[in-house]
Each structure stands twice: as C-alpha cells, then as structure tokens.
C-alpha cells in the first residue's frame, strides 16, 4: 500500500520540509515569510492526525504507513527545529535534547522489535504528549509575532521548552520499559 491516499499525505510531510526552509530564502519580508512557514507547519502537521484517521476509516492500514509515519513527524519537527535553531528562536540545547531522543528512541524501537519486544516500547500517552506540544511550539515560533495580543515567540519559547521535558520525561519512560527486556535478554 505504497501510494494509498493517508500514504501520500504521509509523504507530504516530507515533502514539506524543504518548502518550509525554502519559505526563509524568499523573497518576502520577515513577516511574510515566518506567517507562510507557520501556516505550512500547521497544515503539513496536521496530515498527521488526518492520515491515521483516513487509514483506518477506509480500512487503508499499512505496514509501510506504519513505518512512514513516524518518520515523516521526526523529518518534519526535526527540519523545523534546526531552522529556529539557525534563526535563533529556539536553543540549540532545546534541539539537541529533541532531535538526540527521536534517534535514540527509534534505535530502542527497532531493536526492540529484532528481539521480539516491540510492545514494550510502543507509543504511550506522555509521547503523544510530547508530540502535541512539539506541534503547538513549533508554529508559535515560526510565526514569531502577535496574534489576537498573544506574543506567540514568548509562548512559544516556554512551550518548547516543555516539550523538552516532556522528551526527557517520555525517554526515561520508554527506557524503563525497554530495560527489563533488555535485561533478560542479557541474562540468557
């Protein structure tokens, strides 16, 4: 299921990623530019939610989706994270924490699942958590202005710094349940 319609909204989180770099080398005033890459983020990230939803109401599940859509997230957020890193509104430390455990996190996972205990380590409520804060920070400093009165560049340095506890937080849980797994394993 290659080219079903929730794994081509998949792929278009992927294909985001250079767009919304690509929006800060335009030529558009700083305003224009951080709106466009805001209003992207929002609506490539919110294929996330949607393809899952499609996938399972048009019985379109896959392996394949399974596999691509976390990967699309990490490609997105982690593009993203790096760009308001190079823009200075986000801590290179707050992008390192992020982007260190999605690596580390998915190495887990897939070593998990060669021993045969990938359940242990499978999405829990504190990483979707995290997820949905990421996604909410992300745009806030992309937009870096004010909507409705709310300066979304404060709002948005605060929430990604939760995000980045709520990283640490989910990666000390998924630790926790890896290492009894990893322990049997060792013993035998």
Request: some cysteine; glycine content about 6%.
């Amino acid at each position: 299921m290659f080219f079903t319609i929730p794994t081509v909204m998949t792929w278009t989180r992927i294909v985001a990623i250079p767009l919304i770099v690509g929006v800060f080398y335009a030529p558009f005033d700083p305003a224009t530019r951080n709106l466009i890459a805001a209003v992207m983020f929002i609506v490539f990230a919110a294929t996330d939610w949607l393809d899952g939803f499609l996938a399972r109401r048009l019985n379109q599940t896959s392996s394949f989706g399974a596999f691509l859509d976390p990967v699309a997230d990490k490609f997105l957020v982690c593009a993203s994270l790096l760009v308001l890193v190079h823009l200075q509104r986000a801590d290179v430390f707050v992008a390192l924490i992020i982007i260190g455990r999605e690596i580390a996190i998915s190495a887990l996972r897939e070593w998990m699942a060669h021993i045969g205990a990938g359940k242990s380590v499978a999405v829990h409520m504190i990483g979707k958590v995290k997820t949905m804060v990421q996604m909410v920070a992300i745009p806030f400093l992309l937009y870096d202005g004010k909507v409705a009165g709310v300066d979304t560049g404060y709002w948005g340095h605060w929430l990604i710094w939760l995000a980045a506890v709520l990283t640490v937080w989910s990666m000390v849980y998924y630790l926790q349940k890896a290492i009894p797994e990893i322990r049997a394993r060792v013993d035998r």
